[in-house]
Structure formats: C-alpha cells, structure tokens
C-alpha cells in the first residue's frame, strides 16, 4: 500500500505476491505486465473447482483486509489483506470463516475467487440468505513501484458458497481505500486513491449500484462535500441518512515532495423525501469528546446505530520531517445527538471487589505510589528517523499506552484500575485493523504498529462487550513465531531475483531460519522469560538493563538517553504482550 490511510507515512514497502514469480517480468513493470501476473494467479485459482471447507488455526498476521459479519449466523467472515516482512509484501485472496460459539477458524476455498487485493470494501446484505460484496482494492508489482487499482465488483453467495463477478458498465474507476455502506437496496461507493508511476489522484465521487437491477449510477449531490480523501469513515445513520467523517488526502507541495493531510471533518450525505436519485450535502460540526485528527482508523456499527471507531496512526508533520502515533482507543458517535463520547472501559466487576477489600488492609496510599514510577507510568515510546532519497528525514513514533492508562474510567472513584496498579486487558496501539459487531459484541482482529525498524503485522482477536464495557476478552493471542522481519539487502534482493522462479522457496526459508539464528547468537537474544502471572509492572523493572542493551543496540551509539530508555520499554512491552 503506498496511501497514508492504509500504511503510516514514511514507511516505503518493496511489494510482491505470494508466489516466487519475481523474475518472471523485469523490475520495471507496465500495467499490461501487471495485468498477466493477475491473470496468471486467477489460472491457479481456477483449478480448484470444488468448494473445500478445511478447519484451521487462526489466520496468519495480515491488515487491510476486510471482516464482515454473516447475516443469518454467528460468523465472522476474513478476506484478503496483505502482510509485509521487511522485504516482501505478501497479497491474499484467501476468505476464512471464524466460528463465534465454537470459537474455531475454518478456510473455505471457493472456486473462481476474485484476485489477490487489500485495502478493497466489504459490505454483506441479506438477500438471498446473505450475500458478500466485494469492490476495488489494490494490487501491487514485485518491486513495489506499479500499483494496479481494481475496479472489478463481484458477489459471494453465502448460501450457496459461490463467487460471482457483476459486469455492469458505468462504476467507478479503479481504487483502493474508498468506503461503501448497504443503503436500502443499493451499495453507496464513496471516495478513494488511484496511484501510478507518475502522479496520483484522490477521489471524492460518489457511485450507486442498485441491488435489484445490478446497475450503476453516479450521483450529483448538492451542496458543498467532502474534498477528495481515502479511509475516512462513512456509515448510516438510523434516519437513513450518510456519514463521512475524516480521512486522508496529500498533495504535491514541489517537486518529489508530498504533504498529507489528516482530516477531521464530518458531513451528511442525504436522499431527498421520495428521491432516491437526488442527493444533498450538508457540513455538520459535532459536540463532545472527538477523536484527535488520525489516519488508518477502523470502523464499525455498535448497537442503537451508534459509529465505533478505534486506534490508527497520528501525523505530525513539520518541513521535511513527520512522526507518527499509534493509537488504541475507542470512540463512539451517536448520530441521533450528533455528539462524539469516548468508549471508557469500566473494568471486571469482581476485579473491583477483590481491589477493595485489599486496600482496606493496606496502608493509605501505599498502593498508588507503587505504580506512580516511571516505569509504570509513563507511555512507552519507540521512535526511529528514516532519511529518503531526497534528504527527507522522516520520524516515526509509536506510543504504547503504560498499564493501567488506556481504556478505564477517568474518575478519582475507589475502583479505578491504576490506583490498584491492574494492568487492563486490551489491544496493542494499531492502525488498519479490521472490526465487525455481531450481536452486541466488537470484535477486533490483525493490523500493525511499528517498533523501531519494524513493521509489526499482527494476528490476534480481541472481543468487548459493548453493553457492558467492562473488559476485552483475547479470544486469539499474537504469535511471536509468526513475526517475521527480513533486513533489506542489495545482495538478498539480487539472489531472489535470480532464484525466485526456479522455485528457490525452499531454500529461501532455510537461509532465513540460519539468519535468523545467527543474529540470534551474536545479538544475544535470549530475552528474560516472564514469570506466570508477573504484571508487566513488575518485569519492566527486573529486566530494565536487559532492555537497555538491546535498545541501544538497535539504536546505536550517541542516542539520546531519554530515546534509549523508551525504546527499551517498547521492546520489554512486545516481548511480554507475546509471551503473556
């Protein structure tokens, strides 16, 4: 992905399939060599020609895919997304169901899918038992430099279990990032990006498809909307009528120099009484609680039509420098009041209870002191500086929240969390995530942060009940085997050149593994374990100068202190989040 809706700013991503086909075309593709390599994926797709359900474990790490919700059973429904490695990025078409009461994956490949793609919408009905719909996305050449933006629709039968492609001429051109939503009997299409060698461009159109007809209309709503943007949010209201809110757009500054914008503004798309050909736009300007100006938000619709947006990524961008924030909090819009409010978790009940009763025996404020150190409060940050071509120095941040910080009531009552020094349940800060609601309950799955020079693409499932927002339940925890990070060589990427289509995977995979080791013995990377039930309260300090080390290791020599010791924390934080 090169948008900043769908990847943090300033982080360049090489890009290929999933096959080693690299040197099958030359490094420099044009469109038409994009084309083959689809068509020559959609050749071994079509070899299956049955419908084989297999039960599995949980996905492998992935983000920009989609997650939907079937309409007549407890299940969530994965397709496609993409994974990158530190040298690769890896594109699926792959659709996998997740049991809800059985808690248990299922892959289920159908013949004839639609074509490897991320950052392509989803949106289910329930027509004919539950129909899937899937448009645009995008899919990326080996080197990373051509980017083919689909703009093909297509239909999964959920009852039947068949894909189908819809060809209705009039849509919209091909893009990625843009939002679609079910409005009575119609998808509503809106916005996106187009990329290519030579510019890009930012749409802010609005398409119809009718459900009934399967055809396609472009409307022409009146009065001022949105500029053109990707990965804002866009749902619909209980009285019919659209939101957008947000979303993120750049624009040419010079020459070979970008300046993105984060927006922050909402509107109302509406359908006049009785016209649903004539649209209307209208800025509104909610109150309360809103969520700081972000990129790589996700979105999903939580009871009474209330709109639930959590985490992505903060830019802050002076000159020639950006620095990114990840974030993990919820916020919810109530359409009805046109108010913003924070999605504050009040914490188990029976946790309450137990915190309490102990601090009767305790002495009075002996507890807050303990988990008012530094290290118990203070965010954990990482921060690294990327220099491009041009001289740019780009600075990305991510902000882990410290224990206890995130997700709590922000009250002085006796149950608050932090004065018990109760490190809460919940997900790592993350941008592009994928979320779905099913009867009540937010479940969340996948995205990526970054850590120093990693990118972490991440596997885990985090369900919360939305009525009772006590707590979030990890249904699926992240597994550290399955983070894999390959440094970017001149000398690696020339022997995949020349390997890649003699089916060298092998060979590849073992290399790596001895890498892998190598650096293992010389980087001394045996990490102190985490003890059974040790808060992370307690580790951070046992291990502290383990940490450090590795930190500055990572960093290098003349850092700054204060950098190495919230680089350390980040590292101590992903390391016990894995091993927990």
Known sequence: MTDTAALPPGLLVATTP???LVSIFPSALRKEDLEALIAHFQTLDARKTQVVETPCSPPSPRLNASLSTHPEKDELILF??????????????????????????????????PPRRCAHQAVVVPQGGGQLWIFGGEFASPDGEQFYHYKDLWVLHLATKTWEQVRSPGGPSGRSGHRMVAWKRQLILFGGFHESTRDYIYYNDVYAFNL???????????????????????????????????????????????????????????????????WSWT???????????????????????QTLLFGGVCDEEEEESLEGDFLNDLHFYDPVRNRWFAGQLKGPKAEKRRRRRGRKAEPGGADKQEVKGPSAQEPLEVVREVVSEDGTVVTIKQVLAA??????????????????????????????????????????????FEAGDRQVTLSDLYCLDLHKMEEWTVLV??????????????????????????????????????????????????????????????????????????????????????????AAQALAQAFYDGSA
């Not at 224990?403 to 790592?428: H, K, N, T």
Request: proline share 8%.
């Open 80 to 113: 496609g997304g993409e994974y990158f490695n530190g040298q690769k990025t890896f594109l699926y078409n792959e659709l996998y169901v997740y049991n809800i009461r059985k808690d248990s994956w299922t892959k289920v490949e159908i013949p004839n899918p």
């Open 403 to 448: 224990p206890g910080a995130v997700g709590q009531l922000e009250s002085d009552d006796d149950d608050s969390p932090e004065e018990a020094g109760v490190a809460p349940v919940e997900p790592s800060p993350r941008s592009n995530a994928m979320l779905a609601v099913k009867h009540g309950r937010l479940y969340l799955y996948g995205g990526m």
């Open 477 to 566: 925890e992240m597994d550290p085997e399955s983070q894999e990070w390959l440094e970017e060589t001149d000398s690696d990427e020339d022997s995949e050149e020349t390997e890649g289509a003699e089916g060298g995977g092998e060979g590849a995979e073992e290399e790596e593994e001895e890498e892998e080791e190598d650096s293992s013995e010389e980087g001394g990377e045996e990490h102190p374990s985490v003890a059974p039930g040790e808060l992370f309260a307690d580790y951070l300090p046992r291990t502290e100068q383990h940490w450090l080390r590795c930190a500055r290791d990572d960093i290098g020599p003349g850092a700054p202190e204060r950098r190495v010791l919230r």
């Open 18 to 20: 999933s096959f080693h």
């Open 212 to 278: 009934d007809t399967f055809t396609w209309s472009k409307l022409s709503p009146s009065g001022t909307g949105p500029t053109p943007r990707s990965g804002c949010q866009m749902t619909v209201t209980p009285q019919g009528s659209i939101i957008i809110y947000g979303g993120y757009s750049k624009q040419r500054v010079r020459k070979d120099v970008d300046r993105g914008t984060q927006h922050s503004d909402m509107f109302l798309l509406k359908a006049e009484e009785g016209r649903e050909d004539k």
């Open 283 to 305: 800025r509104i300007n909610p109150s309360g609680a809103k969520p700081t100006p972000r990129s790589g938000f996700s979105v999903a619709v939580a009871p009474n039509h």
